[in-house]
């Protein structure tokens, strides 16, 4: 919010008189009277260009892309933890063998399965993961246990590590635990057969260790070995994610536009809305949208559209480069077809949705080529397109300035009184007010006085033909200047409305505020 660009030059002052070059005499002070500055704004220095689009007559429309939805990853794809244990001793009928130092005792490759819960992986390759390997020993002796998982690679190479378990016994078994990381890690899960899934390979190797002592393992000794998978999270899956239905419950997704708005309300002219789903996973899937609500603080309205209950058809995305490219479904909504001016004039800062989604309901028609990429799942997003043409009624924005400033070595600004000479040519009245904050992020004492100033003069269509001529205040203490040495936060605050309370107010691009800072302040020359 630029408004803060008034504040900020201020204490661009007071920075700027710090770093004076140093003078001969030890310390004084002076008084300082004079313009500071003077400055012209378009909306286009209020707002960011790219939520502005100038039409051909010079009114407004902003421009503004959100999201309002994102299904989770595990509502497609969940991994649970997986345990694997294994037990290794000697037959029965073998009493003891003797072992020197770098003998093998135990070796064995095995084909296990993820718990995939109904989905059949060729392939995944973890964003991150972890295996979780307990190696319990009675072998009187230390041991090496070579983990190795054969089916997953990284750099050409397939995942080895090698532990060393401490010498136990029967009455006191050692044991060690390993977390082993498997980011980055690809996963070929179709099994030694080739056409299998949620299938991969590990082989397990225990040897003397080399710094062990030559002994006896009798039949009785016992290497156990127990290895979680966790939270395993894929940058990419592929095979068939099953065909399902997925009730999902409301999710709510924060949405910014209106953030910094506290308190107020706005009557919309005209507003122009396309719901866009996209769908980045490479699955079919038919959606049916039971609520969408919009919500600030306790108020919520839900949306009124022909979507609500009716089923969608998504179409799969496709990766022809490496990068899923997405199916976008676009809905129009406007005040005609629906009460999204309502939505709108809510001014909501979250969205909740509730939907239910059949995943591949043609079923296997991928032939096990069905795709995602890490988060990128279904989302949905709106695009607003909404002609500044409007009535507010005491909008209040807010913002916080985290300020840094330092008094310099030669010098610094100990008080001073500042007066903005505002030349409105806005169609919008309203206060400002800046408030010093403390620990607590609570407003104490406020620096604005008087802190109101005037609409520009319009017509009786409501088109400023004068601008309006305001005067602000803005008083530093001695006591006020310290806190903003010290770095305390200023909480802006900006209440405005029309011109009319009765009638839409267009805003245009040619539409400016002038203003002139004036200064009358005290400076100490010499170090603080």
């Known amino acids: 919010m630029k408004m803060k660009f008034l504040f900020l030059s201020l204490l661009l002052i007071c920075g700027f008189y710090s770093c004076k070059r140093e003078l001969e005499q030890p310390s004084w002070e002076v008084g300082v009277v004079g313009p500071v500055f003077h400055s012209s704004l378009g909306l286009n220095d209020l707002l960011a260009d790219s939520l502005i689009q100038v039409n051909p007559d010079s009114s407004i429309t902003l421009?503004?892309?959100?999201?309002?939805?994102?299904?989770?990853?595990?509502?497609?794809?969940n991994l649970p933890d997986t345990t694997i244990a294994d037990t290794f001793q000697l037959p029965a009928i073998v009493p003891s063998v003797n072992v020197a130092p770098g003998a093998q005792l135990f070796s064995q490759t095995d084909e296990q399965h993820f718990n995939a819960q109904g989905v059949e992986l060729t392939q995944i390759d973890l964003e991150r993961g972890f295996c979780y390997v307990t190696v319990f020993s009675t072998i009187d002796q230390p041991v090496d246990f070579t983990y190795e998982i054969l089916s997953a690679t990284k750099n050409g190479n397939h995942?080895?590590?090698v532990i060393t378990v401490p010498a136990g016994s029967v009455a006191n078994p050692s044991f060690t635990t390993s977390?082993?990381?498997?980011?980055?890690?690809?996963f070929d899960m179709i099994g030694q057969s080739g056409t299998d899934f949620n299938a991969y390979s590990t082989k397990i190797v225990i040897r003397m260790s080399n710094q062990a002592q030559p002994t006896q393992v009798h039949n009785y000794d016992k290497v156990i070995i127990s290895s979680t998978y966790s939270d395993l999270f894929p940058s990419y899956a592929q095979g068939y994610f099953g065909h399902r239905t997925e009730s999902i419950p409301g999710e709510s997704t924060a949405f910014d536009l209106f953030e910094k708005i506290i308190s107020g309300s706005i009557d919309i002219n005209q507003v122009d809305v396309n719901l866009v789903i996209r769908n980045y996973v490479g699955a079919d899937a038919r959606i049916t949208i039971q609520q969408l609500q919009a919500s600030r603080g306790a108020t919520s309205i839900d949306l009124n559209h022909s979507i609500i209950g009716s089923t969608i058809n998504i179409n799969r995305a496709t990766d022809p480069n490496?990068?899923?490219?997405?199916?976008?479904?676009?809905?129009?909504?406007?005040?005609?077809?629906s009460n999204i001016d309502q939505i709108i004039e809510l001014l909501p800062t979250q969205f909740t949705t509730s939907l239910e989604m059949e995943i591949n309901p043609l079923g296997?028609?991928?032939?096990?080529?069905?795709?995602?990429?890490g988060s990128h799942t279904v989302e949905a997003d709106l695009n607003v397109e909404l002609p500044l043409s409007l009535i507010a009624n005491e909008l209040t924005l807010v913002d916080t300035l985290h300020l840094s400033l330092s008094k310099g070595e030669n010098g610094y600004v100990t008080e001073g009184n500042f007066t903005l000479d505002i030349e409105n040519g806005f169609p919008f009245a309203g206060d400002l007010q800046l408030y010093f904050m403390d620990g607590n992020g609570t407003?104490?004492?406020?620096?604005?006085?008087?802190?109101?100033?005037?609409?520009?003069?319009?017509?009786?269509?409501?088109?400023?033909?004068?601008?309006?001529?305001?005067?602000?205040?803005?008083?530093?203490?001695?006591?006020q200047m310290d806190r903003l040495y010290a770095g305390d936060d200023v909480l802006l605050k900006v209440k405005f409305s029309t011109s009319s309370l009765l009638q839409h107010v267009d805003i245009y691009d040619y539409y400016k505020?002038?203003?002139?800072?004036?200064?009358n302040f005290n400076y100490h020359i010499g170090k603080p």
């Open 159 to 161: 995942f080895s590590t």
């Open 322 to 337: 490496g990068y899923p490219v997405p199916y976008n479904y676009s809905v129009h909504m406007d005040n005609g077809n």
């Open 364 to 373: 296997n028609v991928a032939a096990h080529h069905d795709f995602i990429y």
């Open 513 to 519: 505020i002038n203003i002139d800072l004036r200064g």
């Open 443 to 479: 407003p104490t004492d406020s620096i604005v006085v008087p802190n109101s100033f005037s609409a520009g003069i319009t017509n009786g269509s409501n088109i400023v033909i004068a601008n309006s001529h305001s005067q602000i205040q803005v008083h530093l203490n001695t006591s």
């Open 179 to 186: 977390v082993l990381d498997l980011q980055g890690y690809s």
């Open 63 to 77: 421009v503004y892309s959100g999201n309002i939805y994102k299904l989770a990853l595990d509502t497609l794809l």
